[in-house]
């Protein structure tokens, strides 16, 4: 017994100072196939880039908010290399500690506006936000152009611990429909999707990790009606208290794209 307590004590007395490092110091971990592979801690960000205090209007909290951050492009830069906007890039994944997921193309990162932030200027340690009151920490990206919303899909993901740049169809095969045209009903209902849903949703155990999978081991529209799903999406909150959010800004073409989506996906 006197020797399993003097193994847990040693083990607690390493492993202690360990996490309070990863608490102080959080490491970001970088991917890209097939060459990156690597982790920054804050300390290693703050020798490379200068950070800067940011004032922005936070929408996930609702009001005013300062912080301590890098530009997401010059992260970018670093962890990836100048040309991470390559052709054979299609988008970026942004991965926090609760498994939830954010895919945003390209286009919007390389913009000016976005922060990777790592401190909350306003309060001792962060303030908590959203519906489960989570810590943002350690890492939140955010957004100071007032038209750089969700909406506009630009992600706005807390937690952060990875960040991999990716080409879509190769990351998640199952979620990319096979067999139609850009222009079709069924892609453009996959573009609805991948902005809107995929941030907590799977299909075929590919995708967010929040809510259900919508394709595995059934698919719903197996078992829920066109107008069912349709009137769901729109407004998951006339049924029941959920952390699904109210869809109201789409119209009934693309929740019908929606739908043809997975029924498309149901069958490939």
């Not at 959080?26 to 004032?55: G, N």
């Not at 952060?160 to 998640?172: G, K, M, P, S």
């Not at 209902?189 to 919508?214: E, N, S, V, W, Y």
């Amino acid at each position: 017994m006197q020797q399993i307590l003097t193994r847990l004590c040693l083990t607690l007395c390493v492993w202690a100072p360990l996490a309070a490092l990863a608490q102080t110091d959080p490491a970001l971990r970088f991917m890209a196939v097939p060459a990156v592979d690597r982790s920054y801690t804050l300390s290693q960000f703050k020798e490379a880039l200068p950070a800067e205090t940011i004032h922005l209007f936070d929408t996930q909290h609702g009001k005013e908010k300062n912080y301590r951050g890098f530009p997401l492009a010059a992260v970018l830069n670093l962890a990836f290399g100048p040309d991470w906007q390559h052709e054979n890039y299609t988008e970026m994944i942004f991965t926090a500690l609760d498994g939830y997921a954010a895919v945003s193309t390209l286009d919007k990162l390389g913009q000016s506006g976005g922060y990777l932030v790592f401190e909350d200027l306003d309060v001792t340690g962060w303030e908590l936000i959203g519906s489960k009151q989570a810590n943002p920490g350690p890492y939140y990206l955010v957004w100071s152009q007032p038209q750089q919303t969700t909406q506009n899909q630009y992600p706005w993901p807390w937690g952060i611990t990875r960040i991999e740049l990716v080409r879509f169809q190769d990351r998640y095969p199952r979620v990319y429909p096979l067999g139609v045209e850009d222009s079709s009903d069924v892609f453009q209902g996959f573009l609805t999707f991948k902005r809107r849903c995929m941030r907590c949703h799977a299909l075929d155990q590919q995708g967010g990790k929040i809510g259900p999978d919508l394709d595995a081991p059934q698919s719903v529209t197996e078992y829920r009606s066109p107008a069912m799903l349709k009137a769901y999406i729109r407004q998951p909150s006339a049924f029941r208290y959920t952390q699904m959010p109210d869809h109201t800004d789409l119209s009934e073409k693309q929740l019908d794209q929606i739908v043809d989506y997975l029924r498309h996906q149901a069958k490939q």
